[in-house]
């Protein structure tokens, strides 16, 4: 229990602290005009790369206190100052990302997942259906979104490569069971097939039904306002 709030806690409040430190200096430096666009694309990753030494340093979760430090810079930076990064979001995706799942389907154990027997089909329906939608749904209301907005937000939930770092680090810590490995690979690719082909012809649909739900209210103001 130690171990773990220290994993959660320190991390936390590194990510926090130069999160908040990197969106301060932007903000000074931007104030006084000292910082040009160039170096903004890359302050990110260096603030990445930071958080991650320290927290290597302390012996905590590197990628939580990565994402408390988004969090934080986030907080602080204007939209307009961080535009800049997402080009190299796009970049990381297409250089990066796009070739860890290449080599990810080549290592797929497909012999495993046969392995594992009628219950995967029952581990496939829950990845899918029930690990993100039937939240979504729940909270619309407090949300303040439709069932068609909520239907929408809570389909596509990704599993990607945050889960195969943790596969990865868990075969580093030890567990060593195959299984393991292939449900994860399988939940993976579970995701990667069906949001990746379900992606434009859901946006499309969801896109029209939201363009034909606005028309009524949209002929109705121009009623009354002859």
Not at 25 to 42: F, I, K
Not at 109 to 133: E, I, K, N, S, T
């Amino acid at each position: 229990m130690r171990e773990l709030l220290w994993q959660v806690l320190a991390g936390s409040a590194i990510g926090a602290l130069l999160g908040l430190g990197t969106g301060w200096a932007l903000r000074v430096v931007s104030r006084r005009r000292d910082l040009e666009h160039g170096p903004q694309l890359v302050l990110t990753l260096l603030m990445a790369i930071a958080v991650l030494g320290v927290c290597r340093l302390a012996n905590t979760d590197g990628v939580l206190g990565a994402f408390v430090a988004g969090l934080a810079y986030n907080a602080l930076v204007e939209r307009s100052e961080r535009q800049p990064e997402q080009g190299i979001d796009e970049a990381v995706n297409r250089y990066a990302v796009l070739p860890l799942f290449l080599v990810l389907g080549a290592v797929l154990p497909l012999r495993d997942w046969v392995a594992l027997g009628p219950g995967v089909v029952l581990f496939a329906v829950a990845v899918l259906l029930v690990r993100r939608l039937p939240f979504v749904l729940a909270l619309a209301r407090p949300l303040g979104l439709s069932v068609r907005d909520a239907t929408f937000a809570g389909w596509f939930g990704p599993v990607g490569v945050s889960a195969i770092f943790y596969l990865a680090h868990s075969a580093e810590q030890g567990i060593t069971d195959p299984r393991v490995f292939a449900l994860g690979s399988l939940a993976v690719a579970l995701s990667v097939v069906a949001f990746g082909v379900s992606s434009v012809p859901l946006r499309n649909l969801y896109a029209r039904s939201r363009t034909d739900g606005a028309a009524p209210g949209a002929s109705g103001a121009g009623r009354r306002a002859s």
